[in-house]
């Protein structure tokens, strides 16, 4: 129920009740005063305890509809949104949509509601959690420190092979190796074809 309509409805039924019609005459208009009859005491205390009922079931109806309104959220702590910003990119990303056969929502809810996230250890923690659960050798999650490192070794003058990209060819009942395409500016290029 709208909160602007259960004030008219009090109003109305505020207004003593006559016997004519609201059209028939001007002494029958809600400015007129209730002292002019002559069983106006006796209408009045029904017509304030009708009103004083209706203000109470609204009191009571407001008191519910408050008691039923959801608490203001929380504020999303910083370590919270590493968190998603991580669930979100499998959620993007993941190939398998099943996600190991599990409700990839609820994992993230469960995170979010059971689990203290206080310093980035605990929330590395729960995205390394989070990954082992789908159950894939292949995801894996790396600090920042693991990063930096993976990255010096296959970037620059660190990287270390033939700088060739190779893939198996299969047919004809073998499967043989073969060149895909050398690293620009590696030891697999031609440094006369540059």
């Known amino acids: 129920m709208c909160g602007c309509v259960a004030p008219r409805r009090i109003v109305r039924a505020a207004q003593p009740p006559s016997s004519s019609s609201p059209s028939s005459s001007p002494s ?6 209730p002292s002019s009859s002559p069983s106006s005491s006796s ?21 519910l509809t408050l008691g039923s309104l959801p608490l ?9 949104l590493l968190y998603l910003e991580a669930w979100r990119a499998v959620d993007r990303a993941y190939v398998d949509k099943a996600f190991n056969g599990q409700s990839w929502f609820r994992v993230r809810e469960d995170t979010l ?10 929330t590395y923690a ?61 030891p697999g290029t031609c440094s006369a074809c540059d």
Do not use: H, W
């Open 28 to 33: 029958s208009s809600p400015s007129s005063s």
């Open 43 to 63: 209408s009045s205390s029904s017509s304030s305890t009708t009103v004083a009922r209706q203000l109470t079931s609204l009191a009571l109806a407001g008191l």
């Open 72 to 80: 203001p959220a929380a504020a999303v702590t910083n370590e919270q």
């Open 113 to 122: 509601k059971k689990k203290k996230l206080l310093s980035r250890e605990d």
């Open 126 to 186: 729960e995205i390394k959690s989070m990954l082992a659960s789908l159950g894939d050798p292949f995801t894996r999650f790396l600090d920042p420190d693991q990063y930096k490192a993976l990255k010096g070794q296959t970037s620059g003058d660190n990287l270390v092979g033939c700088g060739v990209e190779v893939s198996f060819r299969s047919g004809s009942g073998s499967k043989s190796l073969y060149v895909v395409s050398p690293a620009a500016g590696g």
